[in-house]
């Protein structure tokens, strides 16, 4: 049974720091290519960060410098470190497991599982 399960949302002020987690099963994240994404109320979807198989991350413009993607293949977790949060980062946060490469990594359809989110509130 494959799940994707996200945890370590909430709210902060601006300027603070919030770690989420994405722990999968059913399949081992040292394998795949996986993303966060996020998603505020009348906004598409977009990526945020992504890391390979082999532990090489990139990022959204946006995010560049204050957020950290990072994996642990023992823990089956995937992890979104975010630092010096600003009110437009508020948004409902998923993880995802990418299936094609057939175009950029933050095109929603590269992905076929998804978690049910967590929301980050920066006020």
């Known amino acids: 049974h494959v799940q994707l399960v996200e945890s370590g949302g909430g709210s902060v002020q601006a300027g603070g720091s919030l770690t989420l987690s994405c722990a999968a099963s059913?399949?081992?994240?040292?394998?795949?290519?996986m993303a966060w994404f996020r998603q505020a109320p009348g906004k598409e979807r977009e990526g945020v960060a992504a890391?390979?198989?082999?532990?090489?991350?990139t990022y959204t413009y946006s995010v560049e410098g204050r957020f950290t993607i990072s994996k642990d293949n023992l823990k089956n977790t995937v992890y979104l470190q975010m630092n010096s949060l600003k009110p437009e980062d508020t948004a409902m946060y998923y993880c995802?497991?990418?299936?094609?490469?057939?175009?950029?990594?933050?095109?929603?359809?590269?992905?076929?599982?998804w978690g049910q989110g967590t929301q980050v509130t920066v006020s």
């Open positions: 995802a497991k990418r299936w094609s490469f057939t175009r950029s990594w933050s095109d929603t359809a590269m992905y076929n599982d």
């Open positions: 059913g399949y081992s994240v040292s394998k795949y290519y």
């Open positions: 890391i390979d198989s082999a532990g090489s991350p």
